[in-house]
């Protein structure tokens, strides 16, 4: 596509006629807006870290294992995209047409070799931090249910002294140990999701999910639903209140009790 015309004209080939010459953009100049455009990008991100919802400002290991991934893919895709550039720059302004390698190993080599190396690092590490949330290892000290319903969150803390006390889009864990979600719903699906905490997990109907988040220390850390739920999905947000052993307590001691438990039992 022409982005400008010069001001010189083409002599054609009958006396008389001249021909407009469209200038180009050429691929360095593409590239480089390309590469503009993710420094922008990375820019606007690491500026929007401190936001309460940002995944870029981690609080605990799950979302610290999130939040290394991105910046290593950023950074992954930021030199290859540079490394592309000083490909087109090179065969755009050299001279010489010496011979260089044939076609077929660009085609191996960069189209399907370097390609294939990269997804799979990138699926790797992927893995490894889905299975840092996973409820995999030694079970966690401090368990709570979440029941997302239409539109608000109800948490539980079943292995306490107090088994039926219950708190409404508020959710008391402790701060610095690891802390199993088991989340259930009993209309729609929802996504339970604390960004600074860990990733997504969802709510499915007829289906308890679990989900390892920790908190490295006392403080309040926002919520929301991920997966759009119906009218009110815009109102469910929750707050992750961690605590100190002995503040958690205390907290939980003030909620008030229900008769029964939030899901009365794991689905068969």
């Known amino acids: 596509m022409a982005v400008g015309l010069d001001a010189t004209w083409a002599t054609g080939a009958d006396a ?83 011979a260089g390698p044939s076609e077929r190993t660009w085609l191996l080599g960069g189209g399907i070799l370097f390609p294939s190396l990269v997804l799979s690092g990138f699926l790797g590490m992927g893995a490894y931090a889905g299975w840092s949330m996973a409820d995999r290892l030694a079970a966690p000290p401090f368990t709570v249910q979440i029941r997302a319903r239409q539109w608000h969150w109800e948490a539980r803390y079943p292995e306490t002294e107090l088994p039926l006390v219950r708190s409404v889009n508020v959710v008391h864990i402790p701060a610095g140990v690891p802390v199993k979600f088991r989340v259930s719903s009993p209309d729609v699906i929802h996504s339970f999701w604390v960004p600074r905490l860990g990733g997504k997990v969802d709510a499915v109907p007829g289906r308890i999910n679990e989900v390892r988040l920790q908190a490295d220390r006392p403080g309040i850390y926002r919520g929301l639903c991920a997966e759009f739920c119906g009218a009110g999905h815009a109102q469910m947000m929750l707050e992750v209140h961690a605590h100190e052993a002995s503040e958690l307590a205390r907290v939980l001691a003030t909620l008030p009790q229900v008769g029964t438990p939030i899901d009365g039992g794991d689905p068969q």
């Open 16 to 98: 008389g006629r001249r021909i407009p010459r469209a200038r180009r953009a050429g691929p360095p100049q593409r590239q480089v807006s390309c590469l503009l455009a993710v420094l922008a990008c990375l820019a606007t991100a690491a500026a929007s870290a401190a936001t309460p919802f940002s995944t870029l400002d981690p609080a605990g290991p799950s979302a610290r294992a999130i939040a290394w991934l991105w910046w290593i893919m950023a950074g992954t895709s930021i030199a290859i995209t540079l490394g592309m550039i000083a490909l087109a720059c090179h065969g755009t302004l050299r001279k010489s047409r010496s």
